[in-house]
């Protein structure tokens, strides 16, 4: 699973990863519950379910056959995993005879007295008859959980909202696909499958396997029979209904299919056509075939986790859903199909054995972006991929959490920046240290030992150690048992006299705690480098080089792997060497952003300037941020680099960054190139286009905002020009606005939710001003509460605060209007009692 939160403007990680639950301080008895893998008592085989949905009451009438066999020792009873359910019959099946047997049930676990005891490897089939009411057990239960626990989600069933579809979803991770079928809800379970739903017949459906037979029925319904042949685990079981436009595709004879809604058919294969060259790359890398029948993939309204990785059936959240303007500024979604269909081998395929080992579906899950990126894109894309994905661990200060936990508040806890982010990048440091052939070669033998099976991190080392030969418990110990990161400081002594140079490299995290680190170390004179391997293995560690003339640079971790927090001393001098030379997409990033930082000096300009030509769009992106357009002379030099790529980069964003810049400069002679770009295929662009041109003629820039209102549009075109509307004073739009906001999924409304609050500061009418305050409030309000550390001080502190800074501001200003006085009263009472009394 990719799972996000709420995309807030301030997150600086690529990943965002879901908080952990609000607990009291003082509640630590977690830390003592050792989170053992489940003991298994009986085992399942097979699992059949016929199921019926009820759109009026959101229910499932359900009948399950489910064949189990004891594990190891004899067993005479039975307990399943069955969430909020109703049963109207619970036998034993023999010889198509069903016996009923005795239960107990809590509204979580059905536990069985079975007919008598059976022993290992004799199979039995359990027949339940039973009601699932998902929505009525997350409403007793549930409370307001990010995902819910409801297994089960009713959108919009009755056809109450015009402008949503009517949709059906299931999400087992963690343990939630016993809300909607009884089964043992353990990731170390497997089981084949069958399902037949009966839905009406306008409705597509989706689950795993293969889609066998569809039956017209005399009541206007159709009832879909899907079969699972190779055993998975429950939490993987998927159910997707609803009007869905379905384009096929296919993958060496097997069919790969995208579900999106209807609007959205057109350019179906745009965002996910890469899907069968992924399967092809991944297929290679880890030799093993695809192993699955086929492959779809659904979108399903408002799914916030991101995306599922259901055995053969991926569900992406509808953020995936871009139109073909969008998708010129590159798929954004494209990181997560690779990730949801890696996980068809890490995950699917072989699956953690606990949620304590969940590093053996997410931190695979997320490398592969990074495989993903380097091979289609090339290296550069690759490494920014892993870098930014670095940082969005460093930035997450998870740094006291193990790779591999055994304690944890909740298992919904590992779904974090450590299980994704820092786990990948563990990945990436093995890689790096084994080399390409040893790690592909590992993740072969790993997955064909443990195939159709669960396992635990110990079983990944020793493939890689079986393979390479060596002793990887330090590196397994250090990076998946352990936590932290080192924090370093490193230094260089040029000794000319003695014609040396000390590398000194010195831990600094305060944890106690030492890494041992192996490092690649490039000296360079010129474009001429020599290689040295070293091993850091203390706090302080000094390597010592000779040379026969000063280096220009000693560039320690050369290929720029390591997953630390460092402080680089070097110069400018050797940053502009190191840009020139090393030249990997860090190395060069390094040097762009020292630049950025001592723009005072000529060099750093220069440098910069440099940069503005880059070979990668995304440095040549960075080049333009960086940039202090305040500097005149920083301004002058880099003015007709800016142009230039302003008008004829290929790449969509990088022309959008450089028309921003040239907003700066606020020059006439830049008009027709604003005002040509105003009508750019690119949204982005477009966007940066209009306010660039705002700068200049705001009259221009208004009628044109006037003109583009009436046509679609997303993203930073759509921000552009409802600000122009509230420069100006005109409130025309807010209904609209309004409207578009509150549609809009939780997800997507942090999205748009600052246009609202520039639109509102603008406004003059009280009521409107109101109304649209309410809905920020009610969004705030809506947001989980496990989530609500991380978006109240935004939605409260940066939004609400800043609206009613701006309306007190105005009011003081004109003490007689008391419209002012009463929007600024309204929006005080919106905010938490001890944020009112700062106003």
């Not at 993939?297 to 969008?326: K, L, P, W």
């Not at 750093?604 to 080049?623: H, I, M």
């Not at 009436?710 to 600000?723: D, E, F, T």
């Amino acid at each position: 699973m990719k799972k996000t939160t709420l995309l807030l403007p301030f997150l600086a990680c690529s990943l965002a990863v879901v908080a952990q639950q609000e607990q009291p301080r003082e509640d630590t008895t977690w830390k003592t519950v050792y989170r053992e893998t489940a003991t298994r008592i009986n085992k399942l085989v097979h699992t059949k379910l016929d199921v019926k949905p009820d759109y009026s009451k959101s229910y499932l009438y359900g009948k399950a056959w489910i064949t189990l066999q004891p594990y190891f020792y004899p067993t005479d009873s039975l307990t399943l995993d069955a969430k909020g359910m109703e049963f109207k019959k619970v036998a034993v099946l023999k010889n198509g005879k069903e016996t009923p047997l005795k239960y107990d049930y809590n509204d979580w676990q059905l536990r069985i007295k079975l007919d008598k005891t059976y022993k290992s490897g004799e199979s039995y089939v359990i027949f339940i008859d039973y009601i699932a009411k998902p929505d009525e057990f997350e409403e007793k239960y549930g409370g307001n959980a990010m995902l819910g626990i409801k297994g089960m989600y009713f959108i919009n069933p009755r056809g109450e909202e015009k402008d949503k579809p009517t949709q059906i979803w299931t999400q087992g991770e963690t343990e939630s696909s016993s809300a909607w079928f009884p089964t043992i809800d353990k990731t170390a379970q497997k089981t084949t499958q069958e399902l037949t739903v009966t839905v009406p017949d306008k409705y597509v459906t989706l689950s795993n396997g293969k889609l066998m037979s569809q039956k017209k029925n005399a009541d206007g319904t159709r009832s879909d029979y899907w079969k699972m042949d190779l055993p998975h685990s429950p939490y993987l079981f998927f159910l997707g209904v609803g009007e869905y436009s379905v384009t096929k595709d296919s993958w060496r004879g097997k069919e790969v299919n995208y579900y999106v809604e209807k609007e959205f058919g057109p350019v179906a294969k745009k965002i996910f056509g890469n899907t069968p060259e992924m399967m092809t790359f991944f297929s290679k890398v880890t030799g093993v075939d695809f192993p699955w029948i086929k492959y779809s993939q659904i979108t399903g309204r408002e799914y916030v986790a991101g995306a599922m990785e259901n055995t053969t059936a991926t569900i992406h959240q509808e953020s995936a859903q871009q139109d073909a303007r969008e998708l010129i500024d590159g798929n954004e979604w494209e990181s997560t199909i690779a990730h949801e269909l890696f996980h068809q081998w890490f995950g699917d395929y072989v699956t953690a054995e606990s949620w304590s080992n969940l590093t053996l579906n997410e931190s695979f899950a997320n490398y592969s972006e990074t495989l993903w990126d380097e091979y289609k894109y090339g290296k550069d894309a690759g490494a920014a991929q892993n870098y930014n994905d670095m940082v969005g661990y460093i930035n997450s200060r998870s740094q006291d959490l193990d790779l591999v936990r055994f304690h944890y508040r909740d298992k919904e806890d590992m779904f974090d920046a450590v299980s994704y982010n820092k786990g990948g990048r563990i990945l990436h440091m093995l890689r790096n240290e084994i080399g390409d052939s040893a790690f592909f070669k590992s993740l072969n033998l790993y997955l064909t030992t443990y195939k159709f099976k669960s396992a635990e991190a110990h079983q990944l080392r020793l493939a890689f150690e079986e393979v390479t030969g060596r002793d990887l418990n330090w590196y397994f110990n250090q990076w998946y048992f352990s936590n932290g990161h080192p924090v370093v400081t490193i230094d260089y002594v040029y000794d000319d006299a003695a014609k040396k140079v000390n590398v000194i490299v010195k831990q600094t995290q305060n944890t106690g705690k030492v890494f041992t680190l192996p490092l690649t170390i490039d000296v360079y004179n010129g474009e001429k480098k020599s290689r040295y391997k070293v091993w850091t293995t203390n706090a302080t560690d000094t390597f010592s080089f000779s040379y026969t003339q000063r280096p220009d640079l000693v560039n320690v971790d050369a290929d720029k792997v390591m997953l630390w927090l460092k402080k680089d001393n070097k110069t400018l001098d050797n940053f502009i060497h190191q840009y020139k030379y090393a030249g990997n997409y860090v190395d060069r990033r390094e040097a762009i952003e020292f630049a950025g930082r001592n723009q005072g000096d000529a060099k750093a300009v220069a440098l910069l300037k440099t940069a503005l030509n880059d070979p990668y769009e995304g440095l040549r992106s960075l080049a333009i941020n960086r940039l202090d357009l305040k500097r005149e002379p920083v301004k002058t030099a880099v003015e007709s680099d800016l142009a230039t790529l302003a008008k004829s980069d290929k790449y969509s964003l990088v022309r959008a960054n450089a028309i921003g810049a040239l907003g700066v400069y606020k020059k006439a002679q830049y008009l027709p190139l604003f005002k040509s770009a105003v009508n750019d295929s690119s949204y982005t662009v477009a966007g940066r286009a209009l306010t660039a041109l705002s700068g200049v003629d705001s009259a221009a820039a208004l009628a044109i905002a006037k003109q583009l209102n009436v046509k679609p549009s997303k993203g930073l075109l759509k921000s552009a020009i409802k600000n122009e509307f509230a420069k100006s004073g005109d409130e025309t739009v807010f209904e609209e606005m309004l409207a578009d906001f509150e549609k809009a999924g939780l997800q997507q409304r942090f999205g748009i939710v600052n246009d609202l609050a520039t639109f509102l500061i603008s406004m003059k009418n009280t009521e409107k001003v109101k109304k649209g305050i309410e809905a920020i409030a009610k969004f705030r309000d809506e947001v989980p509460s496990a989530l609500r550390s991380q978006t109240d001080p935004y939605l409260n502190g940066q939004i609400l605060k800043s609206i009613l800074a701006a309306k007190d501001a105005a009011s003081k200003a004109n003490p007689s209007d008391s419209g002012l006085k009463e929007q600024v009263e309204f929006i005080r009472s919106k905010l938490p009692a001890e944020d009112q009394k700062a106003f």
